[in-house]
């Protein structure tokens, strides 16, 4: 019945039209009701604007497609990327800077990379339209300090760059 383009639209969206719904329930508890409607209208607008702001952050740092080669898995604070040409894994505990690569091959080609520096060395490169990629963005806040804006920078740009979006803070003496 619902064409597969549109489909994919709803679903990619979906977390997003939730929270406009919950404003908008929210904001006819704040005009017609009481005021206890208006309270818990109140709280559906707020509750409703954080799903919607953090779901449009979210569908701004992922890709529409997700058909680049290799699987990203997310478990236990490990980041885990699979492919036939090697992958590897690091530990979120263990992170020591994450950056994301840009080139100026898209649209045509993966052009948006993310690597993961640990501690002792370890890199991991993914590219952005790894299937599974779409979980790196949760995967990270808990961080703190993550620079979702320099993200979203990162995925509009054109050009070659690089964007470090989070880095470990050193470690004070005193």
């Not at 006819?28 to 604007?49: E, N, P, R, S």
């Not at 299937?131 to 620079?147: N, R, T």
């Not at 995925?155 to 470990?168: G, L, R």
Request: charged share 20%.
């Amino acid at each position: 019945m619902i064409r597969p383009e549109v489909r994919e639209l709803f679903w990619r969206h979906h977390e997003l039209l939730l929270g406009v719904g919950f404003v908008a329930l929210g904001a006819w508890g704040i005009i017609y009701g009481d005021l206890l409607l208006k309270a818990v209208g109140a709280v559906l607008a707020l509750f409703g604007g954080v799903v919607a702001w953090t779901s449009w952050r979210r569908t701004r740092i992922t890709t529409a497609t997700q058909d680049g080669p290799g699987v990203v898995e997310v478990d236990e604070r490990q980041i885990t990327y699979f492919t036939p040409s090697g992958g590897g894994a690091v530990s979120i505990n263990d992170l020591a800077r994450v950056t994301i690569i840009t080139s100026d091959q898209g649209p045509y080609a993966d052009d948006v990379h993310w690597l993961f520096e640990e501690n002792g060395g370890t890199k991991l490169l993914i590219p952005n339209s790894a299937e599974g990629a779409a979980q790196l963005f949760d995967a990270l806040s808990p961080l703190k300090g993550v620079d979702f804006e320099a993200a979203i920078r990162a995925m509009e740009a054109t050009e070659n760059d690089s964007f470090v979006i989070w880095a470990k803070e050193p470690a004070r003496l005193h």
